[in-house]
């Protein structure tokens, strides 16, 4: 820690996503003197990164911006899912609105930290990603606030470094934009980047080759366009459905049925069904039926649904069977969900070839092709790896912050991450995260969790002064609990049937296990309630 100190915080912020900007905001207005390090080179987080073509969000509108009225009150969305660009500008607004900029450090990767037990601070090492000068901070807390996709997943193919043409990760798209049109492009991966970048890229290549997998249960979109009559009726139910997110399982402006599938008949169970169709985006998922997610019998009706309404839409008989199987490769609604825009009759086109990596893998990479295991050269001009994320974790364990054992976030999430409420981990005092691991996280609305997840977050910096305590640090038997009822939450669910990024399982050697608190927002956000009314003295050593 040789270099030399910029400056002294109270807070320092990690991250510059919706949660680095709630937490910013609140705690500069409580007098804090805070800063967020962020090593893009503007705010949004996810949305500055990934910027691949067709990126667009899977919640709608009304749900996916800041609750605050001085910020909607003049924001108008131009689609009811709203594309990348749209995000960075709805950013862009937050950052002038609110004056946020003068308080972030810009192409600042934090590289480093460590604790002083004397001071009850960190002290961290950041680099300027653009002149490569290395400076020290100190702060009194640290908020890691990382979201769960920032570390990409990079697959582990032989020959990739020998590929000629171009080859991009979702997540690491040239800011500046990348021309797919005329080209000879190959996508791996189709999860929820995947499913858009190949719906782009069909319009424009030359010729598409989806290497898949796994087949993707995705949901049609339903979007449209908004204008300023449907802005202004949108605005007048915008108080409700904020205050209704509190009381929902997954952050949005609805929950789940009270019905079972199971006790409902057939024409009952098809009438709701279709209309949670009808009102597309995730609505058939999160605002379905919950027991699907548990019992294996409601879900295996649920697929059936899903697989039947896929299979109309599919217009090559060979591809039937690949995308919409008769049995479901995993439980339906277990791995994530995404949504589409005709991805289906986009993938029965002449320009566009599927291939099913699980009979016929990937065996290597040359200069101008993709070799499968059956010999078959796909030459190509452009890879995309749409091979998603270290999901959750991936964020804190690239960092070499070492706590009082002098150990790391890898070495210590190695046998699985271990979190007292989702909010600290044992050996790392005055470090906190919203949008943690074992918090919510991905199963909750990202815009949803950083203002009332962050909120009890600035609760407890707020009771640490109010009572003059300079140091908290997760308590092992909070810590040990929390992991533990996790686990058996989960293990009454069907997620672990799924291989997925959920269960950390697409990661070669990292530990299978549940990444998020898997109980729902609102009891998560009655935990922390209660947490606090008892001065966090179960949970934390104060
Ligand atoms: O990543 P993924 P993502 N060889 O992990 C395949 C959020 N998000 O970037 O399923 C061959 O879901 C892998 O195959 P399989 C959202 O929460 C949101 O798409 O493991 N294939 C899979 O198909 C999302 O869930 C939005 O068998 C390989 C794909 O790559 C999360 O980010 C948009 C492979 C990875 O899918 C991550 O989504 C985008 C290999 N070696 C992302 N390695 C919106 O809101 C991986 N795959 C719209």
């Known amino acids: ?126 680099r300027n990603e653009r002149t490569g000068e290395e400076f020290t901070t100190q702060a009194r807390f640290v908020i890691m606030c990382l979201g769960a996709g920032s570390k990409p997943l990079f697959p582990n193919i032989p020959g990739l470094e020998k590929f000629e043409g171009d080859c991009f990760h979702t997540a690491r798209w040239p800011l500046e934009g990348y021309d797919l049109a005329g080209k000879r492009v190959a996508v791996i991966g189709t999860g929820a980047s995947g499913i858009q970048v190949i719906q782009e890229a069909s319009k424009v290549a030359d010729h598409l080759t989806v290497f898949q997998r796994t087949p993707n249960t995705a949901l049609p979109m339903n979007q449209r366009a908004l204008g300023e009559a449907d802005n202004a009726e949108m605005k007048k139910t915008y108080p409700e459905r904020f205050a209704n997110r509190k009381n929902t399982w997954a952050g949005f402006d609805y929950d789940f049925l009270k019905e079972n599938i199971q006790d409902l008949t057939e024409e009952r169970r098809n009438e709701i069904l279709e209309e949670l169709w009808t009102n597309g985006g995730l609505q058939p998922w999160l605002g379905g039926f919950l027991n699907v997610l548990f019992d294996k019998d409601d879900n295996d009706i649920l697929y059936a649904f899903w697989r039947d309404k896929t299979r109309q839409r599919i217009t090559r008989p060979e591809l039937v069977e ?27 086109r002449d320009n566009v070839k599927l291939v099913d990596t699980s009979a016929n893998p990937i065996r290597e990479v040359t200069s101008d092709a993709i070799v499968t295991a059956d010999g078959t050269r796909h030459e190509v001009d452009v890879i995309v790896l749409a091979t998603g994320f270290d999901s959750v974790t991936g964020g804190l364990t690239a960092i070499d912050i070492r706590g009082t054992r002098n150990e790391t976030f890898e070495e210590v999430f190695r046998g699985g991450s271990r979190t007292a409420l989702g909010k600290a981990t044992v050996g790392f005092p005055n470090l906190l995260y919203v949008y943690g691991p074992q918090s919510p996280n991905a199963f909750c609305n990202g815009p949803t969790c950083a203002e009332l997840e962050g909120e009890h977050l600035i609760q407890i910096v707020e009771h640490m002064r109010n009572n003059g305590y300079t140091r908290i640090e997760a308590k092992p038997e909070a810590q040990q609990y929390w992991g533990a009822h996790i686990a058996e ?53 104060l």
């Open 322 to 348: 690949l995308l919409a199987p008769t049995e479901p490769i995993h439980p339906w609604g277990v791995k994530r969900v995404s949504l589409e825009q005709n991805y289906f009759e986009i993938l029965c």
């Open 1 to 126: 820690m040789n270099t030399t100190l910029l400056e002294e915080l109270d807070v320092l912020v990690i991250g510059g996503g919706f949660s680095g900007v709630y937490q910013l905001d609140r705690l500069r207005t409580l007098g804090y003197n805070v800063k967020i390090y962020e090593a893009g080179t503007g705010l949004g987080g996810v949305w500055h990164w990934n910027s691949y073509p067709g990126a667009r969000v899977d919640t709608w509108a009304p749900v996916y911006q800041f609750s605050r009225e001085e910020l909607w009150r003049d924001w108008n969305w131009s689609e009811m899912y709203p594309g990348r660009d749209e995000l960075v500008r709805y950013f862009e607004y937050v950052d002038e609105k609110l004056d946020l900029s003068k308080d972030v450090r810009y192409e600042t990767r934090v590289l480093a930290g460590r604790f002083d037990e004397e001071t009850h601070t960190w002290t961290l090492v950041s």
């Open 489 to 541: 939450l989960t293990s009454a669910t069907l997620f672990p049937l799924a291989k997925s990024w959920y269960m950390g399982a697409n990661v070669p050697g990292k530990t299978v296990e549940m990444l998020m608190y898997p109980g729902g927002l609102s009891v998560y956000l009655e935990i922390l309630e209660k947490a606090a009314a008892g001065g966090y003295q179960e949970q934390f050593e």
